[in-house]
Nanobody
Framework: QVQLVESGGGLVQAGGSLRLSCAAS????????MGWFRQAPGKEREFVAA????????YYADSVKGRFTISRDNAKNTAFLEMNNLKPEDTAVYYC?????????????????WGQGTQVTVSS
């Protein structure tokens, strides 16, 4: 079992930055890939970024490529999402997810554990 707790969300103006953290406990954090997803009101949960077990492979949604960076610190059981040049359309609840496999994946169905989410609101 893995427990995930996100933090770092908040209200920011367009063009600003936020850094989300995902603290993991339980099953060895370093054993699986991690991902970030987001869900805006009235929309389905969508892929944002993913990182492999070792951190050597990362993937991004086209909408955030060049602005967001995913990383992980296996020694601290924590994953991060650095978000720069935020836009109003980035407003959503952001979820951290973990999977048992080591390969980074982009589908919600590939992930086994989910956090409760943290709200990110970008004002124009």
């Amino acid at each position: 079992q893995v427990q995930l707790v996100e933090s770092g969300g908040g209200l920011v103006q367009a063009g600003g930055s936020l850094r989300l953290s995902c603290a993991a406990s339980g099953r060895t954090f370093s054993s699986g890939a991690m991902g970030w997803f987001r869900q805006a009101p009235g929309k389905e949960r969508e892929f944002v970024a993913a990182i492999s077990r070792s951190g050597s492979s990362t993937y991004y949604a086209d909408s955030v490529k060049g602005r967001f960076t995913i990383s992980r610190d296996n020694a601290k059981n924590t994953a991060f999402l650095e978000m720069n040049n935020l836009k109003p359309e980035d407003t959503a609840v952001y979820y951290c997810a973990a999977r048992l496999g080591g390969l980074a994946k982009t589908s919600t169905s590939d992930y086994d554990y989910w956090g409760q989410g943290t709200q990110v609101t970008v004002s124009s």
